[in-house]
């Protein structure tokens, strides 16, 4: 990997952080971690949160991500 495909990659990776993380600022993404199938337990002096689903959507998003951008700089 050369300089320029490895600097191109760290602005996109930048945009796109700056981007989620204006979309939590909005609330766009208020329903992340409050899919079916996560797991909350909420007890009187404990909480337990186990995010099964999103931690699952979050795979799949990194590895079609990951997959695309190693097509990308062959």
Do not use: C, H, Q
Not at 20 to 44: H, K
Not at 58 to 63: D, F, G, N, R, T
């Amino acid at each position: 990997m050369d300089t320029k495909s490895t600097g191109v990659l760290l602005v996109v990776a930048g945009v796109a952080v700056v981007g989620i993380g204006l979309l939590m600022m909005t609330g766009a993404l208020s329903w992340f971690g409050r899919l079916p199938g996560d797991i909350r337990i909420e007890r009187d002096n404990a909480r337990v949160y186990i995010p099964i689903t999103s931690m699952i959507l979050v795979s799949i998003v990194l590895s079609a991500v990951s997959l695309a951008v190693g097509r990308f700089l062959r």
